[in-house]
């Protein structure tokens, strides 16, 4: 019927006159040069997300956190807030207006970040300025001698990024604004240990070893061999100098005390991370109070799962059973990926009956890097318009401290329908402004994909009782988050209580709860994101299939959730909202 009905009106389009689109009113006008200034801004402070945009004249820098920088963007920043606050919102579309309101919240946050001089702490636990080579290499490939040109000159301009990070973190420990005594030690180690690094090994050298192969031999070699010299004559002398600095500066002022509540200003700049990261204006007390609640319910979940295998002790005894038992350990880090790999195409297999769109971007698993931290298993974004793959990366504790009943929960977190579906979607919608499409709104993009996991279940992706375990106690280690982040940044906890609370409550080994704890304490209000983004869109969901009843549509709600790419949770829930009424007035229309 659809084709008669086109083949009818064909001769009608035919003779049609083309409609004249009528020119910008001039609240639109003064919007898309808002617009416009605004992604310059963002490509020139963040260059290496610029390239993930296709920007490659961004290829050569690094960013720039100078003190003169830094002031620059925040007068530039407070001279845009004024022309949004002009803007007449109801003169915009409606994606135009959603699109200003979330670039309002966005140049909120970063004044508030700068007012808090946040370029002082520049590193977090086991992470920082010093992996950027990495994660900078991973996102690029070099398709022509004037890209591998200027990506010497990004090798050759490291010293200078490193020489900004020195400034900031000795205005840092000059005004005791530092990380706790042991997370710089690790990051002191950390740099010293790719101090010592061969150069040749240096993750920079990584895109130059992958020239096409297509380049005449004699020019790939002369590439990589300057690139080499950079790495040896300037790399590795401002490694050195940075690890010194951190063993002469950086440790012997950290702080004694771990919340960062103890430092000046804390107790506001912990209210503020709060906001950044959990999207969310709860109090410290309000996250606490919700997390011990959803350790509860969790737990009660566990036993019931729990009671299905025959096992009739306690869920501690019985995650140290799991635990020790040879059926749910990897016999090493390969046969960790390779079973993770299983699970991924088992759920790429069924995404189509969940999801309406899906990203054209495709996504790999591998083992991390060897100088990268054992802990920093994770998702890399990769890049349609630079042909790099999304990247799920293994890391080393994956063989010691994830047993394998928590594998597929895991998987379906870091890839799909976790964040490589979600990302990705994001990136390859080239009709929404650049900030939306490579946003991180640290609450939306966690608690995705923890609601992910749990979709897992709806996907029959869970094949027995104990990967149902090793689902909840995924969930529950994100709910002891809350009580144990707000514990430590606002209550005073101890580290001590920290790992007591851990080890009570999850099934999470004990290296691995340490270094949970380390994590947290290092980056306050990070791990509040999870739970706090999945309970929103969860209850979203809830409301959607209760409001709508027979009219809802799961895959046309995924499709809401995730079509304008990642923003504050209060938005996203108007967005619900308004797609809501929608669905009710095509109900009541029919």
């Given at each position: ?40 801004h963002l490509r020139a402070a963040d260059p290496l997300r610029a390239v993930l945009l296709g920007d490659m004249g961004a290829l050569a820098r690094w960013p720039d956190e100078s003190a003169p920088a830094l002031q620059q963007r925040r007068l530039w920043l407070q001279r845009l807030q004024a022309r949004l606050a002009l803007l007449e ?285 054992a802990s920093s298993s994770g998702y890399n974004p990769g890049s349609l318009k630079q042909g790099v793959a999304g990247t799920v990366l293994v890391g080393r504790e ?193």
């Amino acid at each position: 019927m659809l084709r008669s009905f086109c083949l009818a009106l064909a001769p009608l389009l035919a003779v049609a006159p083309l409609a004249v689109a009528a020119p910008p009113t001039r609240v639109v006008q003064a919007w898309q040069a808002v617009l416009a200034d605004y992604d310059q801004h963002l490509r020139a402070a963040d260059p290496l997300r610029a390239v993930l945009l296709g920007d490659m004249g961004a290829l050569a820098r690094w960013p720039d956190e100078s003190a003169p920088a830094l002031q620059q963007r925040r007068l530039w920043l407070q001279r845009l807030q004024a022309r949004l606050a002009l803007l007449e919102r109801a003169g915009l579309p409606a994606e135009d207006a959603l699109s200003r309101d979330l670039l309002a919240e966005r140049v909120e946050l970063e004044l508030q970040g700068l007012a808090f001089d946040v370029a002082r702490l520049p590193y977090i636990s086991g992470d920082g300025f010093y992996t950027l080579p990495n994660y900078a290499a991973d996102g690029v490939v070099l398709r022509d001698e004037a890209q591998a040109r200027a990506w010497l000159d990004k090798i050759a301009a490291l010293p200078a990024f490193y020489k900004v990070q020195a400034d900031n973190l000795r205005r840092g420990a000059a005004t005791g604004f530092v990380r706790p005594r042991f997370i710089a030690e690790g990051a002191a180690a950390a740099l010293r240990s790719r101090a010592d690094q061969p150069a040749e090994a240096h993750a920079l050298l990584k895109p130059l070893a992958e020239l096409p192969a297509s380049m005449p031999p004699l020019l790939r070699a002369q590439l990589q061999a300057e690139g080499l010299a950079h790495v040896q004559q300037a790399v590795k002398p401002a490694e050195r100098e940075m690890a010194e600095l951190f063993e002469r500066v950086v440790v012997p002022a950290a702080s004694s005390a771990l919340g960062i509540s103890a430092l000046p200003g804390g107790a506001d700049y912990y209210t503020y991370l709060i906001r950044q990261q959990a999207s969310t204006r709860m109090s410290p007390e309000d996250i606490h109070a919700l997390g011990l609640r959803e350790v509860a319910r969790i737990e009660a979940e566990m036993r019931q799962v729990m009671a299905g295998t025959g096992f009739t002790g306690s869920v501690a005894e019985f995650s140290a059973q799991l635990r020790d038992d040879p059926r749910f350990r990897a016999a090493s880090l390969d046969d960790y990926v390779t079973r993770a790999r299983d699970v991924a195409k088992r759920a790429d297999a069924l995404l189509p009956a969940y999801f309406r769109r899906l990203p054209q971007l495709s996504y790999g698993l591998r083992a991390v890097a060897p100088e990268m931290k054992a802990s920093s298993s994770g998702y890399n974004p990769g890049s349609l318009k630079q042909g790099v793959a999304g990247t799920v990366l293994v890391g080393r504790e994956a063989v010691t401290d994830n047993p394998l009943y928590g594998l597929t929960a895991w998987t379906l977190h870091e890839g799909v329908p976790g964040h490589h579906l979600q990302i990705a979607l994001a990136q390859e919608r080239d009709d929404l402004p650049a900030f939306r499409r490579i946003d991180d709104q640290n609450a939306y993009v966690e608690g995705w994909a923890l609601y992910a996991e749990h979709l897992g279940v709806e996907m029959g992706l869970y094949r027995d009782a104990y990967e149902h375990f090793g689902r909840l106690s995924f969930e529950i280690w994100r709910a002891c988050r809350l009580v144990v982040d707000t514990g430590l940044h606002a209550q005073g906890w101890t580290r001590e209580q920290a790992v007591a609370y851990l080890r009570e409550h999850t099934a999470l080994g004990a290296g691995f709860i340490e270094a949970e704890v380390d994590r947290y304490i290092g980056w306050p209000a990070q791990a509040l994101g999870y739970k706090l983004g999945e309970l929103r869109i969860r209850a979203l969901r809830e409301r959607a299939e209760r409001e709508l009843g027979g009219r809802f549509d799961l895959r046309e709600f995924h499709d809401v959730v995730l079509r304008g790419g990642p923003m504050p949770l209060d938005l996203l829930e108007r967005e619900v909202g308004r797609w809501i009424e929608t669905q009710r007035d095509k109900g009541r229309a029919q």
